[in-house]
């Protein structure tokens, strides 16, 4: 059934819903605006009709209020009688000094020295002993005086008494306010204020084929190595009217010098002498059932560190403190994490090496682990009743996703689904059915419906992902398969055969993008023009081999770290390593071997062309990055760290440097508006490679096209001249 653009808007939003405590009732946004429903008479209320923009409703006060945001504060409408009242007001201007955690005052401002220049005191407030004696004898001497001075007393005292208390102002001065929330009692409001950094240059990529016919400049992001703004969480206690500072000196481990600073002798003293605090960022803290406990989930900005800390009464502890020398990742290491109850929280850790959930009592201090074993937990929810989980692993297999129910108690699992592929799961509200979208190898992505138990049959609903003319063509199913590197681990890969294989055929590998991505598993890729291209491919008589290289995710922590400051280091290796494995397994001609690939795809491209000319004889590198110095913050400062303090890295990872190694053909693809990997990389790859007097390559420029092509036209250039590459050059003298 295909609903109509005025039924669209009428749907629920995903993520927005939020129930109460006891299951009966439900709110969300929608289009800006604030929805209470009822759950058992199904009766809907609009709490808001404004032009402001609601958004984040909860409930709090004991389940009596709904909470929402408004225009940077939050308010509360009161399901009994109806009445909204505002919680805070935040507003610019100077903060008043504030305590740190745990710590006691008023959090009010504090007086200090006039500044030069400034206006002096009125006589009134002046208050020295000359004065003061001068005042007391007038009100001794005149009576109309005393008597004018104790009836506007008066006066003063009974409109202060009679004048609603005011909500406390909490200044944002030249701060960025951020995940503004509020506890399930409405006592403790939670938020952070961040100060930008400053002197980040932005970068910008020209647009040249325009409707005005002017060159136009799409501003983009900034490159690794920028400055980030500086973060603080506070908490306002709304009884005590008092406002708390989360002080940074007081989380364990703070000023830990990262490892790899070791290779720089002169960078490591000056940070010793200078002991400095690292920046931190702050997750919105997620409270325990009574609100008696906040769980803060605060990270390193180096990303060397994620601890969870819980704060409680004035106290702030320490509940798991995650530390690795590359970089904190991983299913379910940012953000996922809640109670089981008012003592015991729960959430996710790579400790063991692969992402698993655990428990923690805070007042026994004591971990727990929920599981454990060679596999990741990739999904995780409570259920209402908090005695279990719903989780999703592949511990069936690295390219499997299962459904099980986890008991608190005896610690089994239930598997739900048995499909074979991928099964993203969704419960209904009351928990006793299961939606999910399933697909394999060769089927997309369909919906089902089954009941929330193990055997239970699943009723497929949908039916449309296949077009009669996709199901005309008799898809290849690649088997997944399993390649032992050099250094004894097991490289996953998918392989696509071609009809009437013999010995001395060509093989072409495929190099999915992202780095931290799965493509070599037993569901319907995002890849799915490189799988059709691939069965060309196959058609046409290559072996395709798409493997999920070292840095690839659904492997645990040491696959998703081993690029660890050296990107085209062991991901390279792997794919060295599949080769000669094609050679020995299948025949393949060793002088005859290809890849393409695009984003990360098109960096390991080049890096293979240029470092490994005797393994790849032809390479098509589709909008990759050239040189990581180039790329934005989040995503490379994380694997490389950054270039001013760890350049080792940078050279030994960006292709720019190895040019002068390519021997074979070489093609380059980029869209000219790449607002994610600029066309710069390409333009200077370009100059390198004219500068060495390189021959055998070329460059392919696509003026309307961003990172993801959209263009038909551009999609079919593209792939005519990956396939046209590998023709000539892969099948010469055959």
């Known amino acids: 059934v295909k609903v109509t653009a005025e039924q669209r808007t009428l749907f629920v939003p995903a993520g927005s819903v939020s129930y109460n405590r006891e299951r009966t009732a439900y709110v969300f946004t929608r289009n800006g605006d604030v929805y209470y429903v009822d759950i058992k008479s199904g009766r809907q209320k609009q709490l808001t009709q404004t032009t402001d923009n609601e958004s984040g409703a909860v409930f709090s006060f004991e389940g009596r209020s709904v909470v929402y945001s408004r225009a940077q504060n939050l308010y509360a409408w009161d399901i009994i009688s109806g009445e909204t009242k505002q919680l805070t007001n935040f507003k610019s201007g100077e903060a008043a000094a504030t305590p740190a955690f745990g710590g006691t005052g008023r959090g009010g401002g504090a007086g200090g020295p006039v500044a030069a220049g400034a206006t002096p005191r009125s006589p009134e407030a002046a208050g020295n002993a000359q004065e003061n004696w001068l005042k007391k004898d007038q009100l001794e001497q005149f009576q109309v005086l005393k008597e004018r001075r104790d009836k506007k007393e008066a006066a003063d005292t009974w409109t202060k008494n009679a004048r609603p208390k005011e909500l406390r102002a909490i200044a944002l001065e030249d701060k960025i306010l951020q995940g503004v929330t509020i506890d399930p009692t409405g006592r403790y409001i939670s938020y952070v204020l961040t100060k930008p950094a400053t002197g980040n240059k932005s970068t910008i990529v020209p647009n040249y084929v325009t409707e005005t016919g ?55 003293e000056e940070l010793k002498k200078k002991n400095a605090l690292r920046q931190v960022s702050y997750l919105p803290p997620v409270w325990s059932p009574d609100g008696s406990t906040a769980l803060l989930d605060i990270r390193s900005e180096d990303n060397k560190d994620r601890w969870l800390m ?51 009592n805070v007042s026994a201090a004591k971990r727990t682990a929920l599981t454990s074993g060679n596999f990741e937990v990739l999904q995780v929810r409570i259920s209402n009743d908090r005695s279990s989980f719903y989780i ?129 598993h037993k569901w319907w890729s995002s890849y799915f023009r490189e799988f059709m291209f691939n069965n060309l491919l196959a058609d046409n008589g290559y072996y395709v081999l798409d493997i999920d290289y070292r840095g690839s995710a659904g492997y645990g922590r040491e696959w998703r770290t081993g690029i660890y400051r050296f990107m085209g280091g062991k991901d390279l290796s792997d794919h060295v390593d599949a080769s000669a494995w094609l050679v020995k397994n299948h025949g393949v001609d060793p002088k005859r071997i290809g890849l393409y690939g695009g984003s990360y795809g098109g960096f390991i491209t080049l890096m293979g062309m240029f470092n490994e000319p005797s393994v790849f004889a032809a390479g098509a590198a589709l909008r990759p990055v050239t040189d990581w110095a180039q790329y934005n913050h989040q995503y490379t400062s994380n694997i490389l760290n950054e270039p001013y303090t760890d350049s080792i890295a940078y050279h030994k990872s960006s292709p720019y440097y190895f040019a002068g190694g390519l021997k074979g053909d070489l093609l380059i693809c980029h869209g000219m508006v790449d607002v994610n990997v600029h066309y710069q990389d390409a333009v200077k790859l370009t100059q390198r490679l004219i500068e060495l007097g390189k021959d055998n390559w070329e460059l392919a420029s696509y003026p309307m096209e961003d990172h993801g092509f959209v263009e038909p036209s551009s999609w079919t250039d593209e792939y005519k001249r990956i396939f046209r590459l590998f023709e000539r050059v892969l099948k010469k003298g055959q």
Request: net charge negative.
């Open 392 to 520: 999703t692993t592949n511990e069936v297999h690295p390219g499997e996703q299962q459904f099980y129910k986890l008991s608190i108690a005896g610690l089994s699992r239930q598997r739900i689904t048995a499909m074979t592929g991928s099964n993203m799961a969704s419960l209904s509200p009351d928990e006793k059915q299961l939606a999910y979208l399933w697909s394999g190898t060769t089927n997309p992505w369909e919906l089902f419906l089954q009941d929330n138990k193990a055997g239970a049959k699943p009723i497929q609903v949908t039916d449309l992902a296949q077009s009669a003319e996709f199901r005309s063509y008799k898809w290849r199913e690649p088997e997944v398969v399993e390649i032992p590197a050099a250094d004894g681990e097991k490289i996953y890969a998918r392989l696509y055969k071609p009809a009437n294989a013999r010995p001395g055929m060509p093989a072409v590998f495929f190099v999915h993008g992202a780095g931290y991505l799965q493509n070599a």
């Open 214 to 268: 002017f060159t136009t400049d799409i501003p983009a992001r900034t490159k690794v190595g920028t400055t980030a703004g500086t973060s603080v969480l506070y908490l306002y206690d709304r009884t005590a009217d008092t406002v708390y500072q989360l002080k940074a000196d007081s989380i364990p481990g703070i000023r830990d010098i990262p490892a790899y600073v070791n290779d720089y002798p002169k960078q490591l």
């Open 310 to 360: 819980g704060w409680s009464a004035g106290r702030l502890f320490l509940i798991d403190r995650q530390h690795d020398d590359a970089w904190i990742g991983g299913p379910g290491t940012f953000g996922s994490q809640g109670w089981i109850s008012n003592e015991t929280c729960w959430f996710q850790s790579e400790a063991t090496g692969y992402s698993h959930l655990y428990s923690y």
